[in-house]
């Protein structure tokens, strides 16, 4: 669900402003989590008028869900479709697997994500719009990727979208849950986790490149 903001921007004032709008929600909802960062808050860090804020997003929803995207888009520009020539498929996978994985272990995440959870047990609303701002969008931008490189002949992946789920999957593999139970994989098990996961993605779908 994403909410888009009421007025059209285009002036570098309004992107300035919009760009500082979201760094300080992202802040604040990383910090405090969704129920309790206020929109004054995070209209006094970015430096504008809470009037502002509404101007350029509908509601405090519709500004959760920007943030949320803005910071998913740091992950985009490691799934290039477009290969430089020279890169192996295998090492493009494990760039991309040991991105995500840092990605998503970030501690600041980590806590992020727990009070998410816990804030979706009374706002269902907030937990669907964090999955399709976050997870879905990032699960929708690898199927595009993975639907690339099986339209070029490298692999033969019939189902791209579950194809990206099994990969998210076998990076993350048990290292994710101990990470969220406060027991941090090593750098070397992630390692050979991500190593691992790749090897076996690429020999179910027919690579080795």
Known sequence: MSI???TNLGRPADLAKREAILV???DAFFEHGY???AIEQ??????VSKVTVYNHFSDKQGLFTAAIE???ERMRSHFSIEGDGTTSLRDRLLHIGHAMVAFL???????????IAAETERNPEIGLAFLNAGPRRMKA?????????SQSGALAIPDPALAAEQFAAMCKGFGDVELRFGAP?????TQRRVEAAVDAFLKIYGGGR
């Open 105 to 115: 272990s970030r501690p600041e995440m980590v806590q992020f994500e727990r009070r």
């Open 24 to 26: 300080a929600a992202r």
């Open 185 to 189: 994989p090593s750098a070397q098990s």
């Open 4 to 6: 888009a903001p009421k």
């Open 141 to 149: 931008t690898m199927a595009t990727f993975l639907t690339a490189i």
């Open 70 to 72: 803005r910071e998913c």
């Open 42 to 47: 995070i209209a006094a860090a970015a430096g």
């Open 35 to 37: 129920g309790a960062a």
